[in-house]
């Protein structure tokens, strides 16, 4: 793979990382406290596969980044 092909793996990887990062801590004003040091929050299946589409990590592209992430990794 030239290294173009590489470089922009690579800032597709960080793109859908960054996208992860940001529907975590954009979920995270939502966790209910259960107790002390816990908190959480309830979603359906149909729920979280909908959120992550949103940010295109749902089951359609899932396969093409985790065959990039692998090939990216193959090649550090």
Known sequence: MALV?????SY???FQLESLLGFIEDNSDS???QDYDNAYKVWSGFDIVAR???INL??????EYEV???YYCRQL
Request: glycine content about 4%.
């Open 5 to 9: 092909e590489v470089m922009i793996t």
């Open 31 to 33: 966790l209910e406290q």
């Open 68 to 70: 990039k992430a692998w």
């Open 58 to 63: 749902g089951p359609d592209t899932w396969k």
């Open 52 to 54: 992550l589409k949103q």
């Open 12 to 14: 597709i990887l960080i």
